[in-house]
């Protein structure tokens, strides 16, 4: 296609046989174009569709000479014979092809998202499709009619309906020339008169209409080539029949449309209608009945389940009382046990300000007793003293004789070494009873360390509150027995 031309041609040539394939077709028409009839054209440039067993070729013509070239020596059997191409290659024996030629005005060359692709097959008519090729007058002769009854048979189906037009009978999209301008005046003044037109009356909401453009495979728009889509919507609940605006009734079928309807058809749907509207009613009914049964049997595994859960949630609450009852048992326990703590702590208390105040008084009394000891001893020494100094003088004054001096010195000799291993003896003694006492002061200065220990075991024993007083008791009992021992 030149996208410089202000015009589009196009040329379709119908009835190919059926029994070679595409590729072959191609090959043979562009050999047709190219050497008999001497138009530059490509494989590219040729679409084959097939639709119900029949084959077609729609070809994109480059000018004007090329259409009229085409037309000139395609159109007729007296000037394909005098061309000279054994048409046998894309037709049958006995099977006259059937050529059309087309020019469309070119006004501006725009690409297209969405669109039909020229010579496309969009499917086939059903109930829900019907093709109307268009062209020539048809717009202003036949589609404000066709509107009116394919509306009216799409509507009085029950299914959503959509009606083609620009579209042949087999589905192949040809087009039909509408220019914007032309697409105001179908819209305005054929097709809403046309929907209008049906009794009872359509709002606009239940139809559409769409213009869409027709483009060539890389989706470049062909002149003002457009199908028209006039689409009906589903009828939810049809109580009566449309009707066009002469009175005659018509009804979709596959494939095509039924009426206008007689008045026995007529009563014949109604009476149809009515006894599917009770089948409807009675299958809702027993639905209905199905569905309240269904939902008393779910209310009752409801409250089946409401019960379970109920008597789960007593069980649970039951278990929650329990043990809030066991915490403030343990409550009081550890109140109790924290009661008793204080009272063996104020028990301590007392008992290592009296073992400090019975050391203060151990450690006096020690002391004075030290010092009376010393006092004692150095009185002895000086009493010993003078008693050596007294009898050395008596000694002294009686050496007059020596006889007499001896015998008296043996004999006061002995008592002297008498009294000198006496006062020796209670020396000892006295130096035995001081190392004892030195002995005990030190013991009892280990008490500190002791009542440290028995600390400790107050901790351990907390748990066993009834033995401590009894070691406290029996530790006072042995310091007032010491105490004894030592005054």
């Known amino acids: 296609m030149d996208n410089s031309s202000s015009h589009v041609y196009i040329a379709t040539i119908g009835n190919l046989s059926e029994n070679k394939n595409e590729n072959s077709l191609r090959l043979s028409l562009e050999n047709l174009f190219t050497k008999w009839l001497r138009i530059q054209i490509t ?73 039909y692709v020229l010579g496309e097959k969009i499917g086939s008519e059903s109930r829900n499709r019907e093709f109307k090729r268009g062209g020539g007058k048809y717009a202003y002769d036949h589609l404000k009619t066709d509107v009116g009854v394919y509306v009216c048979a799409f509507l009085n189906s029950e299914e959503e309906g959509t009606l083609f037009i620009g579209v042949n009978d087999e589905g192949t999209v040809e087009g039909i020339e509408c220019e914007q301008r032309k697409e105001d005046i179908i819209r305005k003044d054929i097709i809403d008169p046309g929907i209008k037109a049906i009794k009872p009356d359509i709002f606009p909401k239940s139809y559409t209409v769409k213009f869409t453009h027709v483009c060539d495979k890389n989706k470049w728009q062909i002149g003002n080539l457009k199908v028209i889509e006039i689409t009906v919507k589903k009828v939810e609940q049809l109580t009566q029949l449309y009707e066009v605006f002469n009175g005659d009734v018509y009804i979709r079928r596959d494939g095509s449309k039924q009426g206008p309807l007689k008045v026995n058809q007529i009563q014949e749907w109604h009476n149809q209608k009515s006894n599917r509207f009770t089948q409807q009613r009675l299958k809702s009914a027993k639905t209905r009945d199905q569905m309240i049964e269904e939902k008393e049997d779910r209310i009752k595994e409801k409250e089946d389940r409401i019960k379970e859960k109920e008597d789960r949630i007593k069980e649970k609450e039951e278990r929650i009382k329990e043990r809030e009852e066991r915490i403030q048992s343990l ?86 070494e008498n009294i000198r291993k006496t006062i020796e003896k209670e020396t000892e003694e006295d130096k035995r009873k001081l190392e004892a006492r030195i002995l005990e002061m030190e013991q009892e200065k280990k008490i500190p360390e002791q009542i440290s220990k028995v600390n400790g075991e107050n901790s351990k024993m907390e748990n066993k509150p009834d033995l401590i007083p009894n070691k406290l008791e029996k530790k006072k009992n042995e310091k007032s027995s010491k105490t004894c021992v030592i005054s």
Not at 57 to 80: D, M, P, T, W
């Open 43 to 115: 494989t590219n440039d040729i679409n084959i569709n097939s639709s119900q067993g029949k084959k077609a070729a729609i070809i994109h013509l480059r000018s004007g000479e090329a259409a009229q070239c085409v037309q000139h020596n395609l159109a007729s059997l007296n000037s394909r014979r005098k061309l000279g191409f054994k048409f046998l290659q894309i037709v049958d024996p006995y099977v006259d092809i059937i050529v059309d030629v087309k020019h469309v005005k070119q006004e501006r060359n725009v690409q297209h998202d969405t669109c």
């Open 331 to 416: 409550e009081k326990q550890n109140n109790e046990m924290a009661r008793a703590k204080s009272r063996l702590g104020h028990r301590i208390d007392d008992t290592e300000k009296q073992m400090e105040e019975e050391k203060k008084i151990l450690e006096q009394k020690l002391e004075e007793e030290k010092k009376i000891l010393e006092q004692k001893l150095e009185e002895e020494k000086k009493i010993i003293e003078q008693q050596m100094k007294e009898e050395k003088e008596v000694l002294e004054q009686k050496n007059g004789t020596r006889e007499d001096n001896r015998r008296t010195k043996n004999t006061e000799y002995g008592k002297q």
